[in-house]
């Protein structure tokens, strides 16, 4: 799937553009304060109801209009046309369609475009929370496994019953074992499907690190959210009586985790900022080529501010890797002329930003 056609209303300073696209590379040039980074927002609030940069999303809508649209046609590699439009407003709830039928949740369309971030604002994924390299994983596995979402959100249902009863006065053991052992069931299942996603993706981690010069004894490990005992129901229940003093389940699934160390210490605690940037970057590259290469999905890559901190070696790996992988990319920068030339003519379009006004420019 790739957006052909894009057409914004009201998000931040872009009061009305209208784009044509490739199913390639969309570089967006600008100076500062321009709107290329409301322009890659407005893309992701369509594909997964939110911004990665606030979230009060209410910011999103110019401050001069009540309310913002999002509309899109996306082309499938078969050649079918999907419509897709957005109304957020300050005081209605969001309205998402697709194909003219009201959505209840972005899962249909989130599941339909792959979608993955790369902005300073995101920070990198080895200073941010464990929880955040679990979403990473389970962003995975989401468009890998179709009965993983499902089962993904009953592990959190039954993590949170557990997590009532937990601080329930009456503290009755017997209720809390019975939601152990359907707990440890399901914990079971995700955690089966995270070590086969792992173990395939494996092999991608370690060509991508090697390819974007990430040389040194780099050791990446899946850790399940618990270590011993290692049968969880068991575990569940050596921990119920600390778990009854927090109030909640300590360990499980959703402590699960991508550990990254350097030469036997964490990676946080060693690597450079942009060696931090580069892992970050080769995790996600590495999914792309995974779900490519297994399923033939291809993935929309919005990556705002890409020279910064990247190699010319670097810059030209990324583009090749997202150009094999029939990825549709949205980069920005300040100076196109640091990107542009690396990726080839035939399927790329540039366009500059001025004052929230997109028009498009000649490519080299
Ligand atoms: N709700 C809003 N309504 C109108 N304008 C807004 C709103 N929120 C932010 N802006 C303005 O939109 C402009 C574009 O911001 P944006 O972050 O997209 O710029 P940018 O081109 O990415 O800049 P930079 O290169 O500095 O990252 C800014 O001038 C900002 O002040
Ligand atoms: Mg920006």
Redesign the pocket.
């Known amino acids: 799937m790739h957006i052909q056609k894009l057409h914004i209303n009201n998000v931040?300073?872009l009061d009305t553009v209208e784009l044509k696209l490739v199913s390639g590379f969309n570089f967006v040039e600008?100076?500062?304060?321009?709107?290329?980074?409301?322009?890659l927002e407005a893309i992701y609030l369509l594909t997964r109801g939110r911004s990665f940069r606030t979230s009060k999303i209410k910011?999103?809508?110019?401050?001069?209009a009540d309310e913002c649209s999002v509309f899109s046609v996306f082309k499938s590699t078969e050649n079918n046309s999907i419509k897709v439009g957005l109304r957020k407003s300050r005081t209605a709830k969001t309205m998402l369609r697709i194909e003219g039928d009201n959505q209840t949740s972005f899962a249909n369309i989130s599941q339909l475009v792959p979608t993955i971030v790369v902005a300073p604002e995101l920070g990198n994924l080895i200073d941010t929370s464990p929880d955040s390299r679990r979403k990473v994983l389970d962003w995975g596995l989401f468009h890998m496994e179709q009965s993983y979402h499902d089962k993904w959100k009953l592990t959190t249902h039954t993590i949170r019953q557990r997590n009532v009863l937990l601080r329930q006065k009456s503290r009755d053991k017997n209720l809390v074992s019975s939601w152990n052992r359907k707990l440890a069931d399901i914990s079971l299942e995700v955690t089966s499907m995270r070590n086969v996603y792992f173990s395939n993706l494996y092999p991608y981690l370690v060509r991508v690190f090697e390819s974007l010069g990430l040389k040194e004894e780099y050791l990446i490990s899946l850790y399940k959210g618990w270590n011993d005992p290692e049968d969880y129901y068991e575990l569940l229940s050596v921990n119920q009586e600390r778990d009854f003093e927090r109030g909640y389940t300590s360990q499980g699934p959703h402590r699960a985790d991508i550990k990254i160390k350097l030469e036997g210490k964490l990676a946080k605690d060693v690597c450079s900022r942009g060696q931090k940037k580069m892992i970050s970057l080769a995790i996600r590259l590495a999914q792309i080529e995974l779900l490519h290469n297994s399923i033939g999905k291809n993935c929309l890559l919005l990556i705002?501010?890409f020279a910064a901190e990247l190699d010319h070696n670097n810059r030209k790996y990324v583009c090749d890797l997202l150009h094999k992988n029939n990825s549709q990319v949205f980069m920005?920068c300040?100076d196109v002329g640091a990107v542009e030339n690396y990726v080839p003519k035939e399927n790329k379009k540039l366009f500059h930003?001025k004052q929230?006004v997109l028009t498009e420019s000649d490519c080299n």
């Open positions: 931040r300073n600008g100076l500062n304060g321009s709107g290329k980074t409301s322009l910011n999103l809508i110019s401050s001069t705002d501010d920005t300040i930003v929230g």
